[in-house]
């Protein structure tokens, strides 16, 4: 069974500019998350998607931060413009679904590191 | 709301010693606990889980944690430890309903010496 894939792996952005990070779950998982992990920090979740709906984008900067999962399947995740405390790793996750009475574990991506300068 | 200390930053450990790797957490509503793994430019695996039942939880290659509700711990702890363990580690916390969403800690780089 495939993992979660993202791209890119890597990325280097002057400030101001824009940017977007593609993920693609494993086949057949209704759930997708993205996180951020600034260095030294724990992953914070970012946006939450049950199929092509959202679930939870609390923590999202909605001034600069932008995602969809069209479909249902893939999802991007957008920065415009980048801020210098932006550079982090934004990895993806995925489960099979929301837990309704049950438990479903997140299988994380590789992650794209993000340099803002 | 929720939070998960993770109070030791990194720890060095010489190989085939015991380690042991603090998780502290506080929230109002009960919770699943996990740990996970983070190898050197890798995504996180899931090494372990508490859910239910037995407070004592172990992984397939020799980690176990156990969870202690009264001091709101979830410790995390191996006998002997290999070159291989050196990663970073996380542990988490999801509210058992809800959205379900994660919260880390801070994690802590386990690093094994020769």
């Known amino acids: 069974e495939a993992g979660v894939a993202q791209s890119p792996r890597y990325k280097i952005i002057e400030k101001r500019q824009s940017v977007a990070f593609w993920c693609n779950p494993i086949s057949g998982h209704a759930t997708l998350y993205w996180y951020q992990q600034i260095l030294g920090q724990g992953p914070k979740l970012l946006i939450q998607f049950q199929n092509n709906g959202v679930v939870d984008d609390s923590q999202l900067p909605k001034d600069r931060f932008s995602a969809e999962r069209l479909k249902g399947v893939d999802s991007t995740l957008k920065i415009q413009p980048a801020k210098l405390e932006d550079s982090a790793v934004y990895l993806c996750?995925?489960?099979?679904?929301?837990?309704?009475?049950?438990?479903?574990?997140?299988?994380f991506g590789p992650g794209t590191r993000l340099t803002v300068t | 709301a929720q939070s998960v200390t993770q109070l030791d930053s990194q720890v060095p450990v010489f190989e085939e010693a015991p380690v042991e790797l603090r998780c502290n957490y506080s929230?109002?509503?009960?919770?699943?606990l996990f740990w996970y793994v983070q190898y050197p430019n890798q995504g996180l695996q899931l090494l372990l889980k508490?859910?239910?039942?037995?407070?004592l939880v172990e992984s397939i290659n020799g980690f176990e944690a156990e969870f202690n509700k009264s001091q709101t711990s979830f410790h995390l702890r191996k006998p002997s430890v290999h070159i291989s363990d050196t990663a970073e580690y996380f542990c988490?916390?999801?509210?058992?309903?809800?959205?379900?969403?994660?919260?880390f800690g801070t994690g802590t780089r386990l690093k094994v010496l020769a």
């Open positions: 508490y859910l239910s039942g037995s407070t």
């Open positions: 929230s109002s509503v009960s919770v699943y």
């Open positions: 996750a995925s489960s099979p679904g929301l837990r309704q009475g049950g438990y479903y574990e997140q299988y």
């Open positions: 988490a916390v999801s509210p058992v309903t809800g959205t379900y969403k994660y919260i």
